[in-house]
């Protein structure tokens, strides 16, 4: 049975993750999206190389290889078979930047307190 994966929605209407995809030339687009693709097969059994848990933290990131550029993408696992995807971004050093890392920290805050008020 597949998984769901849904883009999450700011309530201004933004998608951090499309708005991540419309920077990308087609050939990545392509890689990401069958990234995506093994989230939905594999689901929470999907293990590195493409995802990994994010330390002291409930997000996770999708590992997308491109040739030469890798690309991350955060992620959380959400109520029944449902992941949400947030921001991306090119991989430029071996640590992930803690500025994405904070955006996706703030997403995910501000998708509980959505929530919340439901």
Request: aromatic share 12%; hydrophobic share 35%.
């Amino acid at each position: 049975m597949l998984w769901t994966v849904v883009r999450y929605r700011r309530a201004n209407g933004e998608t951090p993750f499309d708005e991540f995809m419309e920077g990308l030339v087609p050939k990545d687009k392509a890689r990401v999206v069958r990234t995506v693709e093994l989230l939905e097969t594999f689901g929470p059994r999907l293990t590195e190389p493409y995802a990994k848990k994010i330390q002291g933290s409930e997000l996770w990131e999708l590992r997308v290889p491109s040739g030469s550029n890798a690309f991350r993408v955060f992620y959380v696992a959400w109520t029944g078979r449902t992941f949400v995807l947030f921001n991306g971004f090119r991989k430029k050093t071996q640590k992930t930047p803690l500025k994405e890392l904070a955006r996706a920290q703030r997403l995910l805050s501000e998708m509980k307190e959505r929530e919340k008020t439901r």
